[in-house]
């Protein structure tokens, strides 16, 4: 599956950005989707996942209450709507797949599958 995430930009803390990931290929839906972030010298990290059902969500402690997953797999879309947001949100923001529904989910080794990154920045 290829994937291209879309929807970044800059925002004042407290605003709201939906990113998508657009996934290509018939089997979109039976893959586990998931969004990472990275900001500069720091490592990749989980935000959300979803299962390939639309069920089996979670997120990181971070983004939890203001961040909602979501997933339209009859139009090949992962969704992240991003609610609240702090200056520590600025991060290149990922989505990522795989065919597995993985026990570490968290970890960035548990999807074969990335897009290209989509740059959110957040201003106090």
């Known amino acids: 599956v290829q994937l291209q995430a879309s929807g970044g930009g800059s925002v004042q803390a407290g605003g709201s950005l939906r990113l998508s990931c657009a996934g290509s290929g018939r089997t979109f839906s039976r893959y586990s989707m998931g969004w990472f972030r990275q900001a500069p010298g720091k490592e990749r990290e989980f935000v959300a996942t979803?299962?390939?059902?639309?069920?089996?969500?979670y997120y990181a402690d971070s983004v939890k209450g203001r961040f909602t997953i979501s997933r339209d797999n009859a139009k090949n879309t992962l969704l992240l709507q991003m609610n609240s947001l702090k200056p520590e949100d600025t991060a290149v923001y990922y989505c990522?797949?795989?065919?597995?529904?993985?026990?570490?989910?968290?970890?960035?080794?548990?999807?074969?599958?990335w897009g290209q990154g989509t740059q959110v920045t957040v201003s106090s």
């Open positions: 990522a797949a795989d065919e597995w529904d993985r026990d570490d989910y968290y970890s960035p080794n548990a999807y074969n599958y």
């Open positions: 979803i299962g390939w059902t639309g069920g089996r969500i």
